[in-house]
């Protein structure tokens, strides 16, 4: 029961009233789909809005609407624009509609591990990649990282021929599509909130996802197990309104963007941790983890890595180059 009123709370309630904002402060309202607590994204959304609003009390008030509560992902860039809502952090696969070149991010075993990862957005190539939705009125203000993707599913998966014949539920993107195929297996595209429903029902067998969102979505509950393939990494990107930001008097601006600097740093530092604890977590809620032998991971890598080929264009060379040595 407390658990239940717990959820029921988290979907109702943002992290900070409207009524708690000061009359005269600017309103920043942060969108996004997952757990308010206990996940990467999660609290460094929480941290950011604490911050702003002890730092910048008087002048900004940031209110955090977790779990798709306001927008879900495909609505929120529109909501971004029409400055119903200022800040998203949505995963690099649902920027389709605006640039290709976060493509990177889905190609199967790029990144080796969340290091390697974070490597490349601190990167010249990363950073340069934060610019590539400015033509569309976005300004990307960081990368904030997730954790490596897994694959559950209603049944065991020890090699991809396992999956031959499941549907597996995919983010908007094309790349998570061929990869899927490739393992003999069918995609269907969902919002992240109907994942669960789609799993419980049947609608889909099997999903990719990081260990907090396994863990926070309660999937491994609808899942005979999870499948430790670190595919690929999932990560966000920090994004605002071109018109927002440099609506904003130059040292609010200035204050802003520090803060979300040292939130960013901090937040990406924890994230290994609190992989690791979520995995945890799984286990102790009894569910199963399969560990792949170096022959099975190898099976994976073959299987899904000949799609780098459809999509290397769209990405550019340069682009997977910097990514690889990352990997360094
Ligand atoms: C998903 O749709 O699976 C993820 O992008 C959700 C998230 O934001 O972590």
């Not at 971004?80 to 696969?93: M, R």
């Not at 040292?251 to 937040?267: G, H, N, S």
């Amino acid at each position: 029961l407390a658990a239940a009123a717990a959820v029921t709370f988290a979907f109702v309630a943002p992290a900070l009233a409207a009524d708690e904002c000061d009359d005269g402060e600017m309103v920043i309202k942060f969108s996004h789909v997952v757990a308010a607590h206990g996940h990467p994204k999660g609290d460094a959304a929480t941290l950011l809005a604490e911050r702003v609003n002890k730092e910048m009390n008087g002048v900004a008030c940031m209110q955090v609407f977790p779990n798709s509560q306001l927008f879900d992902d495909d609505k929120v860039m529109e909501a971004l624009l029409l400055g119903d809502v200022q800040l998203a952090a949505p995963s690099l696969s649902k920027f389709e509609a605006y640039t290709k070149k976060f493509r990177l991010f889905d190609l199967p075993f790029v990144f080796n591990d969340l290091d390697a990862t974070m490597r490349f957005g601190n990167s010249d190539k990363g950073k340069e990649l934060l610019t590539s939705i400015s033509d569309v009125g976005y300004v990307g203000l960081g990368y904030w990282l997730s954790g490596m993707k897994q694959f559950s599913a209603n049944k065991p998966l020890l090699v991809p021929s396992d999956a031959k014949g499941l549907k597996f539920r995919v983010q908007t993107s094309d790349v998570s599509v061929a990869m899927i195929e490739a393992m003999g297996a069918n995609a269907q595209k969902l919002a992240f909130k109907e994942v669960y429903g789609a799993l419980q029902t049947g609608v889909v067998d099997g999903q990719e996802n990081s260990w907090s969102n396994i863990y926070t979505q309660k999937f491994f509950e609808v899942q005979d197990g999870i499948t430790e393939t670190n595919h690929a990494a999932l990560a966000y990107l920090l994004v605002t309104s071109d018109e927002w930001l440099n609506g904003l008097e130059p040292d609010v601006r200035e204050k802003f963007l520090k803060i979300v600097q040292d939130v960013t740093d901090e937040a990406n530092a924890n994230v290994g941790k609190q992989e690791a604890a979520n995995r945890q977590n799984i286990i102790d809620a009894g569910s199963t983890i399969r560990e792949l032998t170096p022959e099975q991971r190898k099976q994976w890598v073959d299987t899904m890595k000949p799609v780098w080929d459809k999509f290397k264009d769209d990405i550019g060379q340069d682009v997977i180059d910097a990514a690889l040595a990352s990997n360094n």
